[in-house]
């Protein structure tokens, strides 16, 4: 083929799939239009998702009827003026993408009266095509309804999840923008019922409240506010850029690093990364290496696999921070990243250390921890599944072993105590093995649950021969964050299948009235929110089924946990159980659940051969 120009309408859909890739794009970009035009209320109704029908209303400047049309058209804007402009950037805005992105890939109508106009304008445009303007009635402010996006766009339109996931990526967005402007009033109506509003007293704690429940919210540590000027790191590879900061004063200037915000204490931790909300300069960036750095300032503090709550802030100067980056300005480029990441760091080290010293793990004053019943904090349950015979009858005496030629993968083993409170340190045929307690119960619950889940889809079809479920005595309310709520909703099904019994109870409240059998000495309530946190979190389509999913999260959060003491008599009891199990030498996610020091090893370490 030659050569040739594109078409218009081709490359602004070419253009817009980098702004909008979702729904819950769309909702920022509204979003961060009203914001910018100063809107002290911002109300978002979403239906089917946001797929089908969305409307972004605002109590903001609005536009004058004059300007309208141009909003729509590309590259255009009110925000900056001129390329100097881009490292003074105060708003969200800047590219004069948004507006013609979205009516590129959908229908749009947007109604707006400019302040101080008397009468409001309404536009029409559909797929790229104007359709109509006229003069309308309308309050200050602006509407933004768009329908139908990607209808146009199959490809695009394929990779949505089911509605309850968009709508959970818009509830996240709420959320953000409820913790960054904490002054500013979101609400979020998903199939006109309302599922999120910030109460916009300007207080981020009341902020926190909504989003992440009241608990949590007062749990939270407030960092102490750190001002850190930063001079600029001379380690430039290009040596004729230090010649030009060194002639130009501009470039040679220190970076005033500001940070404030909540953090939650070391034992306050999710199971995913979501919880951390990062904002440079009010803007909510996904910034890997920034969030590497909060999380880093907990040092050991974190298990594995655990990772904090924090809300930031982190105020620069407009010119040490370069915004346009990519089209959807989620990502942030720092003249001195490593000046940032550091005074973070410092103010949430501070901060916890400030609150509780943070425990060092140190190597063992006492070889293995004595074995205790009575601080054990947890009893593992000694169910079997259905026709799996108990191990019990064969345990052998604690104190001898005889090699095994089980069939298993793991040898007879016998257990010695305990370490960290954490790893079983246990004797087998040829040398020390090391259990991971965490993730070797995860395996016996996996394949446990699997078990009785496939009793019940291929035996009986009475959901008593499934899942085992025990009734809880006293069915607490507990609170969702819209984004669990969506998470809920779009797996009640599975959930019901593996035995939690959930009941509406008012506006973002549930009753939970039954959970899985396996699950009972646990905390209930807290292993249900982490099932619900693990499954919004999982993205990826074509991975695995929900099914497998869900299973693997439900076994995540109500395994023994490392940190907790262990009796004796649950130690061995878990062992036997692992070595029961089809797999037992990894964990439902793939990673190890023992290690083996062998004697020949051991043997030649100490020189004995
Ligand atoms: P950008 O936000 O990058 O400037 P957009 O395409 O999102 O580009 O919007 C184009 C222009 O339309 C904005 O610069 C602003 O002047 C105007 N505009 C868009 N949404 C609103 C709104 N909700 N209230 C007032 N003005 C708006
Ligand atoms: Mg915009």
Redesign the pocket.
């Known amino acids: 083929m030659p050569i040739q120009i594109l078409a218009s309408d081709l490359a602004d859909k070419i253009a817009a799939g980098e702004v909008i890739e979702r729904p819950a794009s769309v909702v920022k ?2 979003v ?3 914001i ?2 100063g809107a002290k209320e911002i109300r978002v109704e979403i239906r089917g998702g946001g797929q089908r029908w969305m409307r972004v209303a ?1 109590d ?4 004058p009827a004059s300007e309208v049309k141009t ?1 729509f058209a590309r590259h ?4 900056i003026f001129s390329a100097d402009d881009l490292f003074r950037i105060q708003t969200l ?8 992105s979205i009516a590129a890939v959908a229908r749009v109508t947007l109604i ?1 009266r400019a302040r101080g106009e008397e009468s409001g304008t309404q536009i029409k445009v559909d797929g790229g095509k104007f359709l109509d303007q006229r003069a309308a009635g309308a309050p200050a402010g ?1 509407i ?1 309804s768009v329908e139908d996006l990607f209808r146009h766009v199959p490809a695009r339109l394929k990779f949505l999840k089911v509605p309850a996931t968009e709508a959970g990526h818009s509830a996240d967005l709420l959320a953000a923008c409820a913790l960054g402007f904490p002054h500013l009033r979101f609400s979020l109506v998903n199939d006109d019922r309302l599922v999120f509003q910030s109460p916009g007293t300007g207080n981020l704690i009341d902020a926190m409240v909504k989003v992440f429940g009241v608990e949590i919210a007062s749990a939270m540590l407030q960092v102490q506010e750190t001002n850190v000027i930063a001079s600029e790191a001379k380690q430039s590879p290009y040596s004729n850029m230090e010649i030009a900061s060194a002639q130009n004063p501009r470039l040679a200037m220190t970076t005033e690093i500001h940070v404030s915000g909540f953090v939650s204490p070391p034992h306050l931790t999710k199971a995913t990364r979501k919880f951390i909300f990062l904002f440079v300069n009010q803007r909510w960036v996904q910034d890997r290496a920034l969030a590497h750095a909060a999380v880093q300032a907990y040092h050991t503090a974190l298990m594995v696999g655990r990772y904090p709550i924090v809300v930031l802030n982190i105020n620069v100067p407009t010119d040490a921070v370069d915004v346009n980056v990519h089209p959807t300005k989620a990502q942030v480029r720092f003249r001195d990243p490593s000046a940032i990441f550091s005074a973070v760091q410092r103010a949430v080290r501070a901060t916890i250390t400030a609150s509780a010293p943070i425990p060092a793990v140190n190597f063992p004053t006492r070889d293995f921890a004595r074995p205790n019943a009575e601080d054990s904090q947890l009893a593992i349950n000694l169910q079997r599944p259905h026709g799996v015979p108990s191990p019990a009858s064969t345990v052998q005496s604690p104190d001898t072993y005889t090699p095994t030629h089980s069939h298993t993968d793991l040898p007879m083993l016998r257990v010695l105590g305990q370490i960290f409170s954490t790893y079983i340190i246990a004797e087998g045929p040829d040398g020390i093995y090391l259990v991971d307690q965490h993730a070797a119960h995860e395996r016996v619950l996996y394949e446990q649950l699997r078990a009785e889940r496939a009793g019940a889809q291929t035996l009986a079809p009475h959901a008593s021969a499934g899942v085992a479920m025990q009734d809880l005595l006293d069915p607490a309310p507990i609170q969702l964050t819209p984004a669990q709520h969506a998470a809920l909703d779009a797996n009640k099904e599975t959930l019901a299948a593996y035995g939690f019994r959930i009941e509406p109870f008012g506006n973002q409240t549930i009753l939970l009235r039954a959970v899985p059998a396996a699950l009972k000495k646990n905390e209930p309530r807290a292993a249900l929110i982490e099932i619900l946190d693990e499954m919004e979190q999982g993205e990826e389509p074509l991975e695995k089924s929900v099914d497998a999913r869900l299973i693997t999260s439900i076994c995540k959060s109500i395994a023994v946990k490392g940190g907790m003491a262990m009796a004796l008599e649950e130690m061995r009891e878990l062992i036997r159980q692992l070595e029961q199990t089809a797999s037992p030498r990894t964990c439902p996610h793939g990673r190890p659940t023992v290690i083996q020091l062998n004697v020949g090893m051991l043997e030649k370490e100490f020189g004995r051969k």
Request: glycine fraction near 14%; hydrophobic fraction near 35%; charged fraction near 25%.
């Open positions: 970009e509204l961060e239009n009203s910018d035009a605002d903001g400047a609005g536009i909003a255009a804007t009110s925000k805005g800047f590219r004069g993408e948004a507006l013609p707006t602006t933004v």
